[in-house]
């Protein structure tokens, strides 16, 4: 007995010397970030900012179905640490270069390595497997701590909520709810990004980036502490097709793992973003910087950001022509003219063109002649984009891509993933691969946030995963789009491009709007509308109304047609979360600013010093004297640049102002 005894103390002191806790370090390179990794026992990490601990002890790893742990007690075999400081040069992004500084430790342990690094803007890891054979990941574990019970910004899922598993499927579209985080609606997930008012006025956001092979990260708190956890949807097992028009494939049961991977994975990042002004978060560019760089094997110089004109929002409501506007040549034919003549890139053929119900992109309606479309497009410098549903894109994919290619299409909107799992992730990146090897662009509708795909591969423009301007064709009057406006640019816009499909030429001022259908408003003032043009980050941007209701706006529709959807430069004016935002971006030596409130009636003052000496002229549109009552009404007012290089513009309630700023 005496020796059993001796042996089981030795070996638990064995143990306990194997896991002996062990501190780590990595600042960022401006000193005032600090993360501090602890091994041992377990992995587990600690975030500070300028002295304030944002984030406590919070554990992370993950665990495999074959009993392979990333985390435990493995120790740590090797430290490296590196500082990089670069510069990249962009494709399609909010401005052409940026700036690339970060300090790096990597742990590395028998079976997978972790890494570390530490920007200004914020922090964020990943693992590494060093695994050879092929693994199933059971769950991963990763916890987000908060030092206090700090208020958040949350979108929880809001559709097929009878379970929490259920909420695995859904479009990713919701507002805001604005509570402590020991106030969590357990029966809800809520998709990423996620935003913490921390101290001091800083702001943290949760977010992911290098999403290619992995499910996509919900967030959840069953506890009611101040600390949220990660979760993932499992692996389907058995779908079926279902779901809008018979276009989606419907999960019917899933695996007990939530990913299959090969062997030396590389997993995605996590990121905690920071920043000491709410502003500096609607120009964070830590997504962008730690996904996967653009494979040159294609090129990239076909990829053509740009606006399009777009039929759905508005129902094809043409008035004063003399044929029934409606899925047909004669109608397409008449949104090309007017793309042509205002110099506007794209017309996207929305849902319809294809036969309902067959999920066959093959099967064109005979109401169009499909090939004759996009020649006349053509000939009138216009490309056209095509609707897909997803399960009708995906079954024929290269068959789509490649015929579609050859007729002379230029692009696919896919829709209706409503999905994150690793199925459906990976689906994603196949799309983008296949599109681009048929020189395609893509617009993801129905779809998870943005995670950096669109640097690996330029031709994605665009992605929804936000509560866009489409609710207002049938949201209730009590739906607050006005305050979604000035909050979705800190938080979902961080992740990368939204497609909002702003433009509306109806515009309800506070009490006036209504949910029509056929005949859609916006709520708010006719220059939120523009501001939103320039405020949203979208290098393929709809111009949501009909022809026949911009040319009767000459002035607002001369803006929206000229204004760039990719930028040179980036710079974050002003901003609260919630109340207002102010954002300039320039396009060559043009500068344009977007600026928005939420229902508060403000004045908001632009500091435009950073402008290179000149002279410049300023043309302004801004919200009318009666705009409070009347949303349509606005001014516009082309003025010499001042010389202290500062203006002050009143807005509305839910009101905004757009300009535009050239050289004289």
Same mark, same amino acid.
């Given at each position: 007995?005496?020796?059993?005894?001796?042996?089981?103390?030795?070996?638990?002191?064995?143990?306990?010397?194997?896991?002996?806790?062990?501190?780590?370090?990595?600042?960022?390179?401006?000193?005032?970030?600090?993360?501090?990794?602890?091994?041992?026992?377990?992995?587990?990490?600690?975030?500070?900012?300028?002295?304030?601990?944002?984030?406590?002890?919070?554990?992370?790893?993950?665990?495999?179905?074959?009993?392979?742990?990333?985390?435990?007690?493995?120790?740590?075999?090797?430290?490296?640490?590196?500082?990089?400081?670069?510069?990249?040069?962009?494709?399609?992004?909010?401005?052409?270069?940026?700036?690339?500084?970060?300090?790096?430790?990597?742990?590395?342990?028998?079976?997978?390595?972790?890494?570390?690094?530490?920007?200004?803007?914020?922090?964020?890891?990943?693992?590494?497997?060093?695994?050879?054979?092929?693994?199933?990941?059971?769950?991963?574990?990763?916890?987000?701590?908060?030092?206090?019970?700090?208020?958040?910004?949350?979108?929880?899922?809001?559709?097929?909520?009878?379970?929490?598993?259920?909420?695995?499927?859904?479009?990713?579209?919701?507002?805001?709810?604005?509570?402590?985080?020991?106030?969590?609606?357990?029966?809800?997930?809520?998709?990423?990004?996620?935003?913490?008012?921390?101290?001091?006025?800083?702001?943290?956001?949760?977010?992911?980036?290098?999403?290619?092979?992995?499910?996509?990260?919900?967030?959840?708190?069953?506890?009611?502490?101040?600390?949220?956890?990660?979760?993932?949807?499992?692996?389907?097992?058995?779908?079926?097709?279902?779901?809008?028009?018979?276009?989606?494939?419907?999960?019917?049961?899933?695996?007990?793992?939530?990913?299959?991977?090969?062997?030396?994975?590389?997993?995605?990042?996590?990121?905690?973003?920071?920043?000491?002004?709410?502003?500096?978060?609607?120009?964070?560019?830590?997504?962008?910087?730690?996904?996967?760089?653009?494979?040159?094997?294609?090129?990239?110089?076909?990829?053509?950001?740009?606006?399009?004109?777009?039929?759905?929002?508005?129902?094809?409501?043409?008035?004063?022509?003399?044929?029934?506007?409606?899925?047909?040549?004669?109608?397409?034919?008449?949104?090309?003219?007017?793309?042509?003549?205002?110099?506007?890139?794209?017309?996207?053929?929305?849902?319809?063109?294809?036969?309902?119900?067959?999920?066959?992109?093959?099967?064109?309606?005979?109401?169009?002649?499909?090939?004759?479309?996009?020649?006349?497009?053509?000939?009138?410098?216009?490309?056209?984009?095509?609707?897909?549903?997803?399960?009708?894109?995906?079954?024929?994919?290269?068959?789509?891509?490649?015929?579609?290619?050859?007729?002379?299409?230029?692009?696919?909107?896919?829709?209706?993933?409503?999905?994150?799992?690793?199925?459906?992730?990976?689906?994603?990146?196949?799309?983008?691969?296949?599109?681009?090897?048929?020189?395609?662009?893509?617009?993801?509708?129905?779809?998870?946030?943005?995670?950096?795909?669109?640097?690996?591969?330029?031709?994605?423009?665009?992605?929804?995963?936000?509560?866009?301007?489409?609710?207002?064709?049938?949201?209730?009057?009590?739906?607050?789009?006005?305050?979604?406006?000035?909050?979705?640019?800190?938080?979902?816009?961080?992740?990368?491009?939204?497609?909002?499909?702003?433009?509306?030429?109806?515009?309800?001022?506070?009490?006036?709007?209504?949910?029509?259908?056929?005949?859609?408003?916006?709520?708010?003032?006719?220059?939120?509308?523009?501001?939103?043009?320039?405020?949203?980050?979208?290098?393929?941007?709809?111009?949501?109304?009909?022809?026949?209701?911009?040319?009767?706006?000459?002035?607002?529709?001369?803006?929206?047609?000229?204004?760039?959807?990719?930028?040179?430069?980036?710079?974050?004016?002003?901003?609260?979360?919630?109340?207002?935002?102010?954002? @300039?971006? =320039?396009? *060559? #030596? &043009?500068?344009?600013?977007?600026?928005?409130?939420?229902?508060?009636? %403000?004045? $908001?003052?632009?500091?435009?010093?950073?402008?290179?000496?000149?002279?410049?002229?300023?043309?302004?549109?801004?919200?009318?004297?009666? @705009?409070? =009552?009347? *949303? #349509? &009404?606005?001014?516009?007012?082309?003025?010499?640049?001042?010389?202290? %290089?500062? $203006?002050?513009?009143?807005?509305?309630?839910?009101?905004?102002?757009?300009?535009?700023?050239?050289?004289?």
């Amino acid at each position: 007995m005496h020796k059993l005894l001796t042996t089981i103390a030795a070996l638990l002191i064995a143990v306990a010397s194997f896991a002996a806790t062990k501190d780590y370090e990595v600042k960022s390179p401006d000193g005032k970030l600090v993360v501090k990794v602890e091994t041992g026992l377990n992995l587990n990490y600690s975030l500070w900012h300028d002295g304030d601990l944002l984030l406590d002890r919070s554990e992370i790893g993950m665990y495999t179905t074959e009993g392979y742990e990333f985390g435990g007690v493995q120790a740590v075999r090797k430290v490296s640490q590196r500082s990089v400081s670069e510069v990249i040069k962009t494709i399609v992004y909010k401005k052409a270069e940026v700036k690339n500084e970060y300090n790096e430790i990597t742990l590395k342990f028998r079976d997978f390595s972790l890494v570390f690094r530490a920007y200004d803007e914020g922090m964020a890891y990943r693992f590494i497997s060093h695994l050879e054979e092929p693994y199933n990941v059971d769950y991963e574990k990763a916890e987000f701590n908060f030092a206090e019970d700090w208020k958040m910004w949350t979108a929880y899922v809001s559709q097929h909520t009878e379970t929490l598993d259920s909420q695995f499927f859904n479009s990713f579209e919701n507002q805001y709810s604005y509570t402590p985080l020991s106030d969590w609606n357990k029966e809800r997930l809520a998709f990423l990004p996620l935003m913490v008012a921390g101290p001091r006025g800083k702001k943290i956001v949760i977010a992911e980036s290098d999403l290619l092979d992995y499910p996509g990260m919900y967030l959840y708190n069953g506890d009611g502490d101040s600390q949220l956890e990660a979760t993932f949807a499992p692996y389907p097992k058995e779908v079926v097709q279902g779901g809008h028009n018979n276009l989606q494939l419907l999960v019917q049961n899933r695996q007990r793992y939530i990913a299959r991977c090969l062997g030396k994975d590389v997993f995605p990042w996590r990121i905690v973003a920071v920043s000491e002004n709410d502003v500096q978060m609607a120009d964070n560019d830590m997504v962008y910087r730690l996904s996967s760089p653009a494979d040159n094997e294609h090129g990239w110089d076909w990829v053509k950001p740009g606006k399009v004109a777009w039929e759905w929002w508005n129902a094809m409501n043409l008035s004063g022509v003399d044929f029934v506007a409606g899925i047909n040549d004669i109608t397409y034919r008449h949104y090309i003219d007017f793309a042509s003549e205002n110099g506007i890139e794209y017309v996207i053929l929305d849902e319809g063109w294809a036969v309902n119900g067959e999920a066959d992109l093959f099967q064109v309606v005979p109401e169009i002649n499909l090939q004759s479309l996009v020649r006349y497009a053509a000939d009138r410098n216009v490309g056209i984009i095509l609707w897909a549903g997803y399960w009708a894109f995906d079954r024929d994919m290269e068959k789509v891509c490649k015929h579609y290619s050859n007729m002379g299409v230029k692009g696919f909107k896919v829709d209706f993933m409503d999905r994150d799992d690793q199925h459906m992730v990976k689906f994603h990146q196949r799309a983008a691969a296949t599109a681009a090897k048929y020189k395609l662009l893509l617009d993801f509708h129905g779809t998870y946030k943005p995670t950096g795909l669109s640097r690996k591969y330029p031709n994605v423009l665009n992605y929804e995963g936000v509560n866009g301007l489409e609710q207002m064709k049938w949201a209730p009057e009590s739906l607050d789009q006005v305050t979604y406006d000035v909050t979705v640019p800190y938080i979902r816009m961080m992740a990368g491009p939204m497609d909002y499909t702003q433009g509306a030429m109806r515009n309800a001022s506070r009490g006036n709007y209504r949910p029509v259908n056929s005949e859609p408003m916006s709520q708010g003032t006719r220059c939120r509308q523009l501001a939103e043009y320039v405020v949203f980050e979208s290098p393929l941007n709809m111009l949501c109304d009909s022809p026949s209701s911009y040319r009767k706006e000459p002035e607002c529709l001369a803006f929206i047609a000229g204004v760039p959807t990719v930028w040179d430069e980036t710079v974050g004016l002003c901003g609260e979360v919630g109340r207002h935002i102010a954002i @300039a971006r =320039r396009s *060559g #030596t &043009d500068w344009y600013v977007g600026a928005m409130t939420d229902w508060s009636a %403000r004045n $908001i003052e632009l500091d435009l010093t950073f402008l290179p000496e000149g002279e410049y002229i300023v043309e302004l549109f801004c919200d009318g004297t009666n @705009a409070a =009552r009347i *949303g #349509t &009404d606005y001014r516009r007012q082309v003025f010499a640049l001042p010389a202290s %290089r500062k $203006i002050t513009v009143p807005l509305a309630p839910g009101g905004g102002l757009a300009a535009k700023i050239s050289v004289k």
